[in-house]
């Protein structure tokens, strides 16, 4: 069975300081991987995905997420973190539909991100 | 017009009460899902509903039992719920052929009393 997990529950980060938050997963196949982000009342933000191709993928918010299939790991980053960046992050895995059948995602704890002036 | 809507926002229900969680998605999409947000914990499939009929149940209690009436549609109906039920319940959609990724709605925040 596929699972994800997100090794830091918390960070703290100073604003302007760049960010980095860990994903592994464990899929016995190329999985697909998702970053989703979620503040606090609201339902859950794509911010970028990875089906193949380059490992490292471009998302939205100025965030990208490097796949490293050696480590089992999609991290994921940020040069530079405003305020508004405060929230709660999510890895996720999906498999590969066949037959047109849906598995959903298998997602992550999260990791709760704090923004210090 | 948001891609997925879930009503309502906010539910406060009494163990003996029937209540229904309702969803709704406007991006054409053929699987609906849900899922339940527990504090601490990651979150938990319910739910899925390709092309309208149920393809995964994961063992959810019978006091939860869901509807998808089409496929824009799906309900979450409650009865008898306990306190450790309380939780924010969140509706998604999607393609089922293709990368799998998820749209959400913003979720039902339910409370037990």
């Known amino acids: 069975a596929q699972s994800v997990t997100q090794p830091d529950i918390h960070i703290t980060v100073s604003e302007g300081a760049s960010l980095e938050l860990r994903c592994n997963y464990s899929?016995?196949?190329?999985?697909?991987l998702f970053w989703y982000v979620q503040s606090p009342g609201q339902g859950l933000q794509l911010l970028l995905k990875?089906?193949?191709?380059?490992?490292l993928v471009q998302g939205i918010k100025g965030f990208e997420a490097e796949f490293k299939r050696s480590q089992s790991s999609f991290n994921l980053r940020k040069p530079s973190v405003h305020w508004s960046d405060a929230a709660e992050y999510f890895c996720?895995?999906?498999?590969?539909?066949?037959?047109?059948?849906?598995?959903?995602?298998?997602f992550g704890k999260g990791t709760h991100l704090i923004i210090q002036p | 017009e948001t891609g997925v809507t879930q009503t309502p926002r906010h539910l406060v229900m009494g163990m003996t009460n029937k209540k229904s969680l309702k969803c709704e998605q406007h991006?054409?999409?053929?699987?609906m899902y849900w899922y339940k947000q527990s504090a601490k914990k990651p979150l938990e499939l319910m739910f899925v509903?390709?092309?309208?009929?149920?393809?995964e149940n994961n063992s959810v209690p019978s006091r939860f039992s869901p509807e998808c009436p089409n496929s824009s549609h799906l309900f979450l109906h409650l009865h008898t719920l306990q306190p450790e039920d309380s939780a924010l319940y969140l509706c998604?959609?999607?393609?089922?052929?293709?990368?799998?990724?998820?749209?959400f709605g913003e979720g039902s925040r339910l409370t037990v009393l």
């Open positions: 996720a895995v999906g498999a590969r539909w066949t037959g047109g059948g849906a598995d959903g995602l298998t």
């Open positions: 998604a959609s999607s393609q089922p052929t293709g990368s799998g990724e998820l749209f």
């Open positions: 899929y016995g196949a190329t999985p697909y």
């Open positions: 991006l054409g999409h053929n699987a």
């Open positions: 509903y390709s092309l309208e009929e149920r393809v």
């Open positions: 990875y089906f193949s191709g380059d490992t």
